[in-house]
């Protein structure tokens, strides 16, 4: 029997990382919000690394603060280590990764959206969506209750027939043992929308007391930390180190010899894992000449005395998990407190979806996080918060929401998704970003800020202090341009420097241009008259030394921005376009991009079908005026 148990603006399934974004913005956006999750104890949980951050992730966690987000505030509250990562790199690698206390992540997270006012948490496997004529009206759970709404985003991560394996050991699972959604993945596919099998995985946990440290190599936090949240002022006292590792010859003998009892070459894995976080033995295969890997022991929190063994994903059987861990310097007398294992699960081909996350086959639907074949806990709350935003403009009859490439990485992300789809789970990486001198770390708020406050994620108090930044930023450059130095006043600070001498006066703009010069060093010649906090000092230094670079980044996506604004209506058919390879033809009706700028980046589509299809819809748009 099913009953009518309530009426929502919007209803979020899943509350993992993507589920607490998407569900807080519509919240935070006004609308009346439910978030469903098979076990509230389960709110933000991370099933696998106890971390948040590191290269490309670090800098989507920033953006995602920046367009008012939840996930940057929260481990800044909860990290027991911060550490920026790539500070010998220029600053468009520059990334920040922070150890997280694991349970406090998650009860800081679930207190929030507890106190978040519009936002309805509650408990229920939810096992059907309620479509009538193509629209999502709602969902049905376990219990038969029917929680109707305007928008539903799925955010269901890995538990969709989700099935755990251990060597010869297989049975269904979520991750930790949690239940697992099967009769919703049956139901997705009733209504039309193609899944994937995909496998991710897990090392095992040990415990803190077995563990020789004195093998080990202490890896410390910054003695400064930086914040991902532009809104965090106090750092967390007394981190903790994670220690370093690694495999040995033993270890390395100990996996070739049991290859035969590891699923992944036995044949027992059916879904495809991820190529940028392989398996122990994976690694070990395709890497053989390498004779030795890093493993690294992370604390999951202050108040346990269980370890993370990164680096050691794995599912070969649990008796030889503990034999491959003691043969580790420093973990010989190890004891395991859980097992590794492999995941696998359903995911939506993620070319099903349009660039706002809305399904293109059900009207209302969106979906979110690993179910669009992500990995990453990072990757899910950055598709998270665009779903949450665009699922709230959607009841609110507003135009979507959607990010492009030279504005976020959660831009790249999610126009590589829609538009290329992926064979296996999808890692954000600095390397796909083709503007990634724009989509630094420590701008993003520059960059998203505006937008957010527009869409009502961002206070009036958050965007006023952004503005007076921006402004005091500025009004620094344009002294450093304007004041000008004498050679001998800056004699000494070069020759230290080991910088050419002055022969004539320059501005301090020029002086900040040379690679050696740093703005501290201007500082001491010129103090400024402003109240400047140290990360404006750092955005200062860096608009100037890469001016040259950032214009040429510029132009580029202003390029870019007129094939983006080149539209393509919804109603074409590419089957009449006459000179289209059949190749391109077949690519543009299955993705069926919103404009010439995603058409081009459609995997088969040549330069030669565009200009085709430019000259298709110069015609086509003549046609339809002249109806008009």
């Known amino acids: 029997m099913t009953y009518v148990a309530g009426e929502y603006d919007v209803i979020v399934v899943g509350a993992g990382h993507a589920g607490c974004e998407a569900a807080l913005a519509a919240?935070?956006?006004?609308?009346?919000?439910?978030?469903?999750?098979?076990n509230l104890d389960m709110v933000a949980f991370m099933p696998c690394n106890p971390s948040i951050g590191g290269p490309a992730k670090g800098h989507v966690v920033r953006e995602i603060d920046a367009l008012g987000g939840e996930m940057g505030r929260n481990i800044d509250k909860t990290y027991i280590q911060m550490r920026m990562l790539n500070t010998g790199k220029g600053p468009a690698v520059h990334a920040l990764r922070a150890q997280a206390d694991k349970f406090l992540y998650q009860h800081m997270m679930k207190e929030t959206i507890e106190k978040t006012e519009h936002l309805t948490l509650r408990q229920g496997l939810v096992e059907q969506l309620i479509v009538e004529d193509g629209v999502c009206k709602g969902v049905v759970t376990k219990t038969g209750a029917q929680y109707l709404a305007k928008s539903v985003v799925v955010t269901t991560g890995t538990y969709l027939r989700g099935k755990i394996i251990m060597g010869e050991l297989m049975y269904e699972s979520g991750p930790n043992n949690q239940q697992p959604a099967v009769k919703l993945s049956e139901d997705l596919r009733k209504h039309g929308l193609e899944l994937?099998?995909?496998k991710t995985g897990t090392p095992p946990r040990v415990h803190k007391d077995t563990i020789d440290f004195s093998q080990t190599t202490i890896q410390p936090g910054d003695e400064k930390p930086k914040f991902f949240s532009y809104e965090t002022t106090e750092e967390v006292p007394n981190q903790?180190?994670?220690?370093?590792?690694?495999?040995?010859?033993?270890?390395?003998?100990?996996?070739n010899d049991n290859l035969h009892r590891a699923p992944m070459f036995s044949g027992a894995i059916e879904g495809t894992g991820p190529r940028y976080?392989?398996?122990?033995?994976d690694k070990i295969v395709r890497f053989s000449d390498k004779p030795k890997h890093q493993i690294f022991l992370e604390p999951e929190g202050r108040n346990t005395s269980e370890y993370y063994v990164q680096g050691l994903s794995t599912s070969m059987p649990e008796e030889i998990q503990l034999r491959i861990l003691r043969s580790i310097p420093g973990l010989e007398k190890v004891e395991m407190m859980r097992t590794g294992y492999a995941i696998e699960y359903d995911a939506v081909v993620p070319t099903q979806l349009k660039p706002s996350l809305e399904t293109k086959v059900i009207e209302g639907l969106f979906t979110a996080g690993q179910i669009n074949g992500t990995s990453g806990y990072e990757e899910a709350a950055g598709q998270g918060i665009m779903a949450g935003i665009n699922a709230a403009r959607k009841v609110q009859n507003k135009e979507a929401v959607v990010l492009d490439r030279s504005e976020a990485y959660i831009g790249v992300l999610i126009d590589d998704l829609v538009t290329k789809g992926t064979n296996e789970p999808y890692r954000l990486l600095t390397s796909r970003a083709e503007y990634r001198l724009l989509l630094r770390h420590?701008?993003?708020?520059?960059?998203l800020t505006p937008i957010g406050y527009e869409i009502g994620l961002i206070s009036?108090?958050?965007y006023?202090?952004?503005?007076?930044?921006?402004?005091l930023v500025q009004d620094e450059i344009d002294r450093l341009k304007a004041t000008k130095v004498k050679p001998d006043q800056v004699k000494p600070m070069l020759e230290a420097l080991g910088s050419a001498e002055l022969v004539n006066s320059v501005d301090l703009l020029t002086l900040l241009r040379r690679p050696e010069v740093m703005y501290g060093h201007i500082e001491q010649i010129s103090p400024s008259p402003l109240e400047l906090t140290d990360d404006m000092k750092e955005q200062v230094e860096i608009q100037v030394k890469y001016a040259g670079y950032i214009e040429k980044q510029l132009a580029q996506v202003e390029r870019l921005k007129k094939m983006e604004k080149k539209r393509i209506p919804d109603d074409i058919d590419y089957k009449d376009i006459h000179g289209l390879a059949?190749?391109?033809?077949?690519?543009?009706d299955k993705i069926r991009p919103i404009s010439i700028g995603q058409a081009s980046r459609i995997a088969g589509v040549t330069p030669a079908d565009i200009s085709i299809l430019l000259v298709y819809l110069e015609h086509y748009n003549k046609v339809v005026a002249a109806r008009g």
């Open 582 to 588: 059949t190749e391109a033809k077949q690519k543009l």
């Open 196 to 198: 994937v099998r995909f």
């Open 464 to 471: 006023t202090r952004f503005l007076q930044k921006k402004q």
């Open 277 to 281: 976080c392989p398996s122990i033995e």
């Open 442 to 447: 420590d701008n993003a708020d520059l960059r």
């Open 240 to 255: 903790l180190p994670c220690w370093l590792t690694y495999t040995s010859e033993e270890t390395h003998q100990i996996i």
């Open 460 to 462: 009036e108090e958050r």
């Open 27 to 38: 919240a935070r956006m006004g609308c009346e919000t439910m978030l469903l999750t098979i």
